[in-house]
């Protein structure tokens, strides 16, 4: 058995990229030494729970496939979004979150820079960070808001609120590493389908942990009464909804609409029954899980991305209307079984819950960031210090952490130029994405990462207009990923990685799909 596990080691060894080179006990021992000292660091200060010490033996293990290969790191990661949230708190009242994902991912880039620095054969494959057209508008926004968190230190005094604001910072260089290392290793058109697809499972693995947690443990979710809708207790939206370390039912909707629509129009690229099958069934699930999120904002941002790219496309048009009918079917019957209620009459409840509940008063909350955005409009009241400044921080007896928009709230926490900054960069991104489906919409293999990832990024702009999005934090970590991918996709394309034919004959063949899941 020895033997055998040691030729399978073997195997790996000659079948990986990266060889591992005379100088693998340098970048061994960092590897042990980072999660050595991280493990040290967490458990003096608390001794982990089960899920996070899962978590944590999650992160080891990625940090460990950068020995072999980066791009089964990336995986690993791009898998692990799922559970961005689990960790432990520091600081007054906790305020200060370290998740397993941040430790994975700063020990995918300690051990990646090490390896880099002392395996010069490693190091000529590419530059330590690939450069991109956003680049300075990433510098010139993450400058500002550096420059908010320092000013905000000082307008917010209170152990709880420093160590909140930080953490919201130390969140957005991370999305931002993230985002960098995404895009720096993938190198290859194949790289970046394993990669989408990856993005789009972890969204499978999301709905199912969402849908099962509510039929299972939170059954409440879907047998809400009219008080309870009215009163903002959407059984479940906020308490016992943390089933896995998921958090907030808002996290679940983002998350699907980013990455259903990759699963949607997968499917005409899948090459056998079984697959598209599988795909189906998947997209069925999700879409389930998202209706029983009861986000409007996600509700409407699906519709919007998915719905809208399909009115250009009579294919995808069809194929909305055939599963628009099956959905219904199967909906329709779990709601009557768990609720006694038929779908119609529950949206119809949650949509009439904004004229009646409180909870929903977003004009007052809009308001209440309007006005802080005219007394502090160069850097804000700080980065995630909104709720100690506005008006209406309390609605409905409930406190309210964010301005539910996220422009709105930027501004109002980092100041008007850097959310100019911001606007810029996601304008940007959206002109690719745009590039792209107009490019590979059609083209077989990846033409559905192209559909996909536009739809994804229309509908959480949508839902970015009725929530704060880096509020949840670990929803950021997917919106990177989505980012990334569509950066990634309009370089190759400009690159021309997928031949003279993507320009013209948008159904050139690609026979490495072929098979592929």
Sequence with gaps: MLNGFTQRLEQLYERSEDFLGRSWPVWVAAILFYVASSWILLTKVRFPEPLYFIVFVMAVAIIALTVFRIEWALLGLCAMIAFTRPGVSLGVDDAFHISGFNVALLGVWFVYMVRYASDRAFAAKGPLVRTTALDRVVFVYLLLVTLAMVVGLTKNTGGFALGRIL???????????????????????????????TFALAGLLVAAIGLFQRFGGAVEAVTATEDQLEAGVIGGRSEGTSFLGLGHPNFLGAFLIMSLPTWFFMVDHLKKWYQRILADAGILL?????????????????????????????????????????????????????????????ISMRFEQL???????????????????????FIGVGPSAFPWHADHSMVGGRYLSQGHNLLLTLAAENGIPATIAYVLLLGMILRMALHNLRVLARYQGYGFIAQGTYAGLLAILTQTLFVHLFYHRNVGYALYALLAIIVSLDRMVR????????????????STWKGES
């Design 355 to 377: 004229n009646r509940s409180n909870y929903s008063a977003r004009p007052a909350i809009f308001r209440s960031a309007l006005d802080l955005i005219a007394a502090h409009p």
């Design 286 to 346: 999700g879409l389930l899980a998202l209706l029983f999120t009861y986000s409007r904002s996600a509700w409407i941002g699906v519709v919007g991305g998915i719905g809208l790219l399909g009115l250009s496309d009579r294919r995808a048009l069809r194929r909305i209307f055939v599963f628009l009918i099956l959905f219904a079917i199967v909906s329709q019957g779990l709601s009557l079984a768990y609720s006694g209620r038929g779908v119609v009459e529950l």
């Design 167 to 197: 953490l919201y910072w130390k969140e957005q260089v991370l999305y931002f590493a993230w985002f960098y290392l995404v895009v720096t290793f993938l190198r290859e058109p194949r790289d970046l389908r394993r990669f989408a697809t």
């Design 495 to 510: 690159e021309g990685q997928f031949g003279p034919e993507a320009a013209g004959a948008l159904t050139a063949p690609d």
